[in-house]
């Protein structure tokens, strides 16, 4: 099992650029989430789909993020313009069923200069 | 809100001893735990779960208590290895299939 894959890895870019996150959830999983993870507040919630929906949006930080899942095994999640304070590791995750265990895949680490 | 409680303390053990992690969580509601490890430049890895009608659940090397009158969650590992060395986060599923997540509990093991 190839687990859950994200690209890039690294990111770095400048203010005002745009930017593109992508994720591909383990085959048969229906449910993927996005998360932000940063030194002064941790991991975050950005926004959950189910069966490719949008369930719940709530933890985006604002407008200039904005997250889809065109089908089943792809999803991304979008910054346009990047800030400085967009900089952090950015994780997809990945469920099958429900309240079972959600597998991370390895992060995209975005850097705004 | 509610979440789940941890702010990234260190614990330091000696290679071969035994290691606990606690945690602490403010939703009584919440029927589902899980630990992760997060080493460095990874992601969160799935270590062991219990669920709120468990008290106790033993993996490898690792066991799970939960004690839902202090609302309080642990996480034990025997014969503490240097690969053990990481971050490790409680997390609560309290609403549907979402996650809260505590802070962290960064684990140093000293050869």
């Known amino acids: 099992d190839a687990g859950v894959i994200q690209s890039p890895r690294h990111e770095v870019t400048e203010m005002g650029q745009e930017v593109t996150l992508r994720c591909k959830p383990i085959?048969?999983?229906?449910?993927l989430f996005w998360y932000r993870q940063t030194m002064m507040r941790g991991l975050e919630l950005l926004i959950y789909?189910?069966?490719?929906?949008?369930?719940?949006d709530s933890g985006m930080p604002e407008d200039r993020f904005s997250a889809k899942m065109p089908n089943a095994s792809f999803s991304t999640l979008k910054i346009q313009p990047s800030e400085p304070r967009d900089s952090a590791v950015y994780f997809c995750?990945?469920?099958?069923?429900?309240?079972?265990?959600?597998?991370f895949g390895p992060g995209t680490r975005l850097t705004v200069l | 809100g509610e979440s789940v409680g941890l702010h990234l303390p260190t614990l330091s053990v000696q290679e071969g001893d035994n290691s606990i992690i606690n945690c602490a969580y403010s939703?009584?509601?919440?029927?589902?735990f899980i630990w992760y490890k997060q080493e460095s430049g990874k992601g969160p890895q799935f270590i062991i779960d219990?669920?709120?009608?468990?008290d106790k659940r033993q993996g490898q090397r690792v066991t799970v208590l939960l004690n839902k009158t202090v609302k309080h969650l642990s996480l034990q590992i025997a014969a503490t290895q240097p690969g053990d060395s990481a971050v490790y986060f409680c997390?609560?599923?309290?609403?549907?299939?979402?996650?809260?997540f505590g802070g962290g509990t960064r684990l140093m093991v000293k050869p």
């Open positions: 997390a609560e599923n309290n609403a549907g299939n979402m996650l809260t």
């Open positions: 085959s048969g999983h229906n449910s």
């Open positions: 939703n009584s509601a919440s029927d589902y």
């Open positions: 995750a990945s469920l099958r069923g429900s309240a079972d265990t959600q597998y």
């Open positions: 789909f189910n069966n490719n929906v949008p369930i719940d």
């Open positions: 219990i669920r709120s009608n468990m």
